[in-house]
């Protein structure tokens, strides 16, 4: 079954503890990206990558870390997490050139303390 | 820049009740889509529909239905005869589609279905 996945679904922690937000597709798909929402805000990108070791910035990139060793996975990074980052995160992949046909993850609510 | 406004915050209707809920969009791509997401209290995300610039048609699916003008840039969304299942939020998105640009969300609108 064609699926993107993530891990944890659910995450509560502290401000200033180190964490990661896995995300992974088994689409062999090269575009993959990271959305946060926030209530009254809609979802905005983090961060994308086109390919492997391909990372660029989206519209809320403040705060984030991402890297892409491996076609499949796309992890997001929060180095020092800060409680205005308490969000509902969701990964998304799709082809290079097809983003209109992107699949979203399950998301990932993140409480940070 | 690309740009989607969903006005209504929050509509509140009695089950069985008609709703609309109004998406208008800004682009200067030619070619662009648009979609139509639910978000249950559970928080994932369910793809209603997806639309490119091309195709004008309007589209029905059950009690769904989805009004695309490009003379007024909007993309509004229908649901006939409102059950409680429908209460949820709803976004509505926009994409160029071909570049590496991810989707453009409005901020949503929040549904409630009162029985």
């Known amino acids: 079954e064609a699926q993107v996945t993530q891990n944890p679904r659910y995450l509560i922690t502290?401000?200033?503890?180190?964490?990661?937000?896995t995300c992974s597709q088994n689409m062999n798909?090269?575009?993959?990206?990271?959305?946060?929402q926030d209530?009254?805000?809609?979802?905005?990108?983090?961060?994308?990558s086109m390919n492997v070791e391909v990372t660029d910035k989206g519209d809320v990139p403040e705060g984030y870390k991402v890297s892409?060793?491996?076609?499949?996975?796309f992890p997001l990074i929060l180095e020092s997490p800060s409680p205005?980052?308490?969000s509902l995160y969701f990964c998304a992949s799709s082809l290079l050139g097809r983003v209109y046909e992107q699949y979203f993850g399950p998301g990932t609510r993140l409480t940070v303390t | 820049a690309q740009k989607v406004t969903q006005a209504q915050t929050e509509i509140s209707v009695v089950e069985k009740e008609d709703v609309t809920l109004?998406?208008?969009?800004?682009t200067r791509d030619t070619t662009y889509y648009l979609f139509w997401y639910k978000q249950p209290p559970s928080g994932e995300l369910v793809f209603l529909i997806r639309r490119n610039s091309f195709d004008e048609q309007n589209e029905i699916s059950g009690r769904y239905s989805w009004n695309f003008q490009k003379s007024t840039s909007s993309f509004?969304?229908?649901?006939?005869a409102s059950q409680v299942?429908?209460?949820a939020v709803y976004f509505c998105a926009l994409t160029s589609g071909g570049g590496a640009d991810g989707l453009t969300f409005g901020k949503g609108t929040h549904l409630i279905i009162q029985p």
């Open chain 1, 14 to 21: 502290v401000t200033g503890k180190k964490l990661t937000v």
């Open chain 1, 29 to 36: 798909h090269e575009y993959m990206s990271w959305y946060r």
């Open chain 1, 39 to 48: 209530p009254g805000l809609g979802l905005r990108q983090i961060y994308y």
């Open chain 1, 68 to 73: 892409r060793k491996e076609k499949r996975n």
């Open chain 1, 84 to 86: 205005n980052q308490t």
């Open chain 2, 22 to 26: 109004d998406c208008v969009y800004e």
């Open chain 2, 76 to 80: 509004n969304f229908t649901i006939t």
């Open chain 2, 85 to 87: 299942v429908d209460s």
